[in-house]
Nanobody, 121 residues
Framework: QLQLVESGGGLGQPGGSLRLSCTAS????????IGWIRQAPGKEREGVSC???????NYADSVKGRFTISRDNAKNTVYLQMNSLKPEDTAVYYC???????????????WGKGTLVTVSS
């Protein structure tokens, strides 16, 4: 079974950067679309970004131009580079995988346990 582990969360400064990693075990990620989904305190989960097995990407409007998703299939890892951080980016960030071509954030097949990102001065 595919297992996903997120890392790289922590405290970030407003205007600063963090890079999240999502590393898979159990299966190779090549055939999966991978999404990053976040949940802020008291709010519903929000799809942040998705990268297809072919490398096509999409982003939520709230992070477009600031976040970049990428994948390194040789390392079985997907990254989320987060720049120009804002306090409203504070959330638990989950990575999730699907065999579908695109990410349906409410119906992903496998989920990690999440990593907390706090943006504060």
């Amino acid at each position: 079974q595919l297992q996903l582990v997120e890392s790289g969360g922590g405290l970030g400064q407003p205007g600063g950067s963090l890079r999240l990693s999502c590393t898979a075990s159990g299966y190779i990620l090549d055939y999966y679309a991978i999404g990053w989904i976040r949940q802020a305190p008291g709010k519903e989960r929000e799809g942040v970004s998705c990268i297809s097995s072919g490398g096509k990407t999409n982003y939520a409007d709230s992070v477009k131009g600031r976040f970049t998703i990428s994948r390194d299939n040789a390392k079985n890892t997907v990254y989320l580079q987060m720049n120009s951080l804002k306090p409203e980016d504070t959330a638990v960030y989950y990575c999730a995988a699907t065999r579908d071509v695109v990410c349906n954030y409410s119906d992903m097949d496998y989920w990690g346990k999440g990593t907390l990102v706090t943006v504060s001065s």
